[in-house]
T-cell receptor, first 113, second 114 residues
Framework: DGGITQSPKYLFRKEGQNVTLSCEQN?????MYWYRQDPGQGLRLIYY???????QKGDIAEGYSVSREKKESFPLTVTSAQKNPTAFYLC????????????FGPGTRLTVL | QQQVKQSPQSLIVQKGGISIINCAYE??????FPWYQQFPGKGPALLIA?????SEKKEGRFTISFNKSAKQFSLHIMDSQPGDSATYFC?????????????FGIGTKLQVIP
């Protein structure tokens, strides 16, 4: 998990509520990513950001939003528009763009009640 | 649409045996193939990675075999140990617009029994 902090570890949400998942890193990495993990589906990319104040949609961005106001922080908001938000959410960072590993945080498990 | 196909989804191996996980891809733009290991409740961590200009890479008990013409690659875990019990993800990536886009397989849950 290294220098990546995700909070909270567990999060419960009622239907219709927006929730924000925190991701903070002290690795000084430029790129940050959000993935969603569901059983039997691997990791799917939600959003990614290469630099501050810039981010791009991944494969499953609908119902999610992000911001990148600081290099260290990349929060993810799960909105009420996300139809099936119960999942394990992983934040990752990467230094540079060339064949470097992605470092993952410990994850946040979101459950919609 | 699964760009990286991984099999099997689950695997049970006896201690000391060889664990083999296979992956296949279609997109010839992929130029980096990492394997990640994930323990329950934790984030994945890089285990070993290979570039397509080599056919094999070994690190300790872990070996990647890569067949560029067949667009297949596999992870071999020699002398498997109970501590290797985890979920393993293969991945493939390429560069687009200064960004490394990574596609993951669905994962293989490995259980090594004593």
């Amino acid at each position: 998990d290294g220098g990546i902090t995700q909070s909270p570890k567990y999060l419960f949400r009622k239907e219709g509520q927006n929730v924000t998942l925190s991701c903070e890193q002290n690795l000084n990495h430029d790129a940050m990513y959000w993935y969603r993990q569901d059983p039997g589906q691997g990791l799917r990319l939600i959003y990614y950001s290469q630099i501050v104040n810039d981010f791009q949609k991944g494969d499953i961005a609908e119902g999610y939003s992000v911001s990148r106001e600081k290099k260290e922080s990349f929060p993810l908001t799960v909105t009420s528009a996300q139809k099936n938000p119960t999942a394990f959410y992983l934040c990752a960072t990467q230094q540079g763009t060339s064949y470097n590993e992605q470092f993952f945080g410990p994850g946040t498990r979101l459950t919609v009640l | 649409q699964q760009q990286v196909k991984q099999s099997p989804q689950s695997l049970i191996v006896q201690k000391g045996g060889i664990s083999i996980i296979n992956c296949a891809y279609e997109n010839t733009a992929f130029d980096y193939f990492p394997w990640y290991q994930q323990f329950p409740g934790k984030g994945p961590a890089l285990l070993i990675a290979i570039r397509p200009d080599v056919s094999e890479k070994k690190e300790g008990r872990f070996t990647i075999s890569f067949n560029k013409s067949a667009k297949q690659f596999s992870l071999h875990i020699m002398d498997s140990q109970p501590g290797d019990s985890a979920t393993y993800f293969c991945a493939a990536s390429y560069h687009s617009g200064g960004y490394q886009k990574v596609t993951f397989g669905i994962g293989t849950k490995l259980q090594v029994i004593p």
